[in-house]
């Protein structure tokens, strides 16, 4: 297993629209694992192919305390949603930023596991808007465009002076 390195905002990359797996194979469950592995160790509860550099439409995610139930979409589509919600969202390609969005509340997601097989998922709370975030990746979007222009260039500011910041840094 391998830690992945993450994009970070405003990197163009996260703009990619994920493409459909296809394949199940070795590669593929290395991936799940390497990305399972890289969220944990971020830490995050939620991590999007996108932000690892890999544009295929997969994600982990698990919001369990004890870190033991490891949730993986592949292909994930929305076939139902319902209600509105509020929730202070952060992403770990946006480090240290925190601000609230609304999504639907209530969501039913059809998606396939790690060996291909379907299976539909009902969501609310925490785990409705991570799913939404995390499919959000998968279609090029990072939450801070949910957010007004101002406060969004705001954010590219600081994020790309805090890049500066670490190459200065780095020897
Ligand atoms: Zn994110």
């Given amino acids: 297993m391998a830690l992945l390195p993450i994009l ?12 459909p797996v ?12 390497d990305m399972a592995e890289t969220m944990y160790d971020a830490p995050g509860i939620g991590l999007a192919a996108t932000q690892v ?14 870190k033991n139930e490891l949730l993986v979409l592949i292909n994930p ?7 509105s919600q509020e929730y202070e969202e952060g992403c770990l390609s946006v480090p240290g ?5 609304t ?3 209530f969501i039913t997601v059809e998606a396939q596991d790690a060996t291909g097989k379907s299976f539909r998922l009902d969501a ?13 990746h998968l279609k090029g979007k990072v939450f ?26 780095s020897y």
């Fill in 124 to 136: 609310d709370g925490l785990l409705s808007v991570c799913i939404q975030h995390e499919m959000d």
């Fill in 77 to 83: 589509k929305i076939i139902a949603q319902s209600g």
């Fill in 53 to 66: 550099d890999q544009h295929i439409q997969l994600i982990v995610m698990d919001l369990s305390k004890e």
């Fill in 103 to 105: 999504r639907a509340e």
């Fill in 8 to 19: 970070q905002y405003p990197d163009p990359r996260l703009h990619t629209v994920a493409k």
């Fill in 144 to 169: 801070v465009e949910y957010l007004s222009p101002l406060k969004r260039n705001r954010i590219r500011s600081k994020m790309v002076k805090h890049a500066r910041e670490i190459e200065r840094n």
């Fill in 22 to 33: 296809k394949v199940f194979d070795q590669a593929l469950q290395q991936l799940v694992a």
């Fill in 97 to 101: 930023i925190y601000e609230n969005v």
